[in-house]
């Protein structure tokens, strides 16, 4: 299996490490599968199993990510939180966490280097980056890290919200020793009354986080190196912020891809191919941070 981790990340103005820049311009995973590649959610989905309607299956069988749109969720939650659940419920037991790239962006944070890590992922692992404030993450498509309200925005506390998923629905994965009723039953907000509470992640069809909107205002104009790591660039509008910053600021795409509209010929871009964790391995090595990564993360080298 393969994942995508999506970073992209403004450097402070004016703080680029000259060792960093110099490296990054002259050459530079844990694994569980996003939803948009083979094997993932998309891909897999089965409706045939979600409490829905056969309209609603119907509907989810031609276009898998119906699933997660506001245009279903507002009319039925079940099959959202359905298919979520052991995602959901696997972060919260710490199933999956950072990886080694993960914590080289909490290197770049604590030398005073990083501005921004614009993240569309969902799955929260850069909130758990001690080393990291929490200010300096944009998470643009929300995060699995928060619970609220879809339709009134109230927040829950998120073990409340973890016990009550266990409580009120099914598991459509058969699972081993998952505890789950045999059928699903509507989460509803203690604020509004509505069936809405959910992790506070973005639907089709909804608005992005105005976070996003504002912290680009700020950050573009100022940064100084733009570092992106293991993406399509497929997915707008944070797909734009390549594209978006000063003509003059150099850009670094780290991935198993080319991608984007980098131009790797004009001496300000570069491309450093291979899967992010080893890639970012041999940028510790480069820069001289080995030894300081090993002492600070010792469980991320073997």
């Given at each position: 299996m393969a994942i995508i981790l999506l970073f992209l990340i403004c450097v402070q103005p004016e703080k680029t490490s000259r060792r960093l820049d110099k490296i990054l311009t002259s050459h530079l995973p844990h694994y569980y599968v996003d939803f948009r590649s083979p094997g993932g959610m998309y891909?897999?989905?089965?409706?045939?199993?979600?409490?829905?309607?056969?309209?609603?299956?119907?509907?989810?069988?031609?276009?898998?990510?119906?699933v997660v749109s506001w245009d279903l969720f507002r009319n039925n939650?079940?099959?959202?939180?359905?298919?979520?659940?052991?995602?959901?419920?696997?972060?919260?037991?710490?199933?999956?966490?950072?990886?080694?790239?993960?914590?080289?962006?909490?290197?770049?944070?604590?030398?005073?280097?990083?501005?921004?890590?614009?993240?569309q992922n969902i799955d929260g692992l850069d909130y758990q980056l001690d080393?990291?404030?929490?200010?300096?993450?944009?998470?643009?498509?929300?995060?699995?890290g928060r619970t609220q309200c879809?339709?009134?925005?109230?927040?829950?506390?998120?073990?409340?919200?973890?016990?009550?998923?266990e409580e009120h629905i099914k598991d459509i994965y058969d699972l081993p020793n998952v505890k789950a009723p045999a059928d699903s039953t509507p989460i509803l907000c203690k604020h509004c009354g509505n069936p809405g509470i959910k992790p506070a992640t973005v639907l089709y069809g909804r608005s992005l986080p105005s976070m996003f909107f504002e912290k680009v205002q700020e950050d573009l104009p100022v940064c100084d190196l733009c570092i992106v790591i293991g993406t399509s660039l497929t997915v707008f509008p944070a797909a734009s912020i390549p594209s978006s910053i000063p003509k003059t600021t150099p850009r670094v795409l780290i991935n198993r891809d080319e991608v984007g509209e980098?131009?790797?010929?004009?001496?300000?871009?570069?491309?450093?191919?291979?899967?992010?964790?080893d890639v970012v391995l041999d940028l510790l090595r480069e820069l001289g941070w080995l030894g300081e990564f090993k002492k600070k993360y010792p469980n991320y080298l073997s």
């Open positions: 891909d897999t989905l089965r409706p045939e199993l979600l409490t829905a309607t056969d309209q609603e299956r119907a509907r989810m069988k031609i276009d898998p990510t119906a939650q079940l099959p959202y939180l359905e298919v979520r659940r052991p995602f959901i419920l696997g972060l919260a037991k710490r199933q999956w966490k950072p990886t080694l790239s993960h914590c080289f962006l909490s290197m770049l944070s604590e030398k005073n280097i990083l501005r921004r890590i614009y993240t080393r990291v404030p929490k200010d300096k993450i944009v998470p643009v498509h929300g995060s699995l879809e339709f009134c925005e109230a927040e829950m506390d998120t073990q409340e919200f973890h016990d009550l998923l980098f131009d790797f010929n004009s001496g300000r871009d570069t491309f450093l191919q291979g899967d992010a964790d």
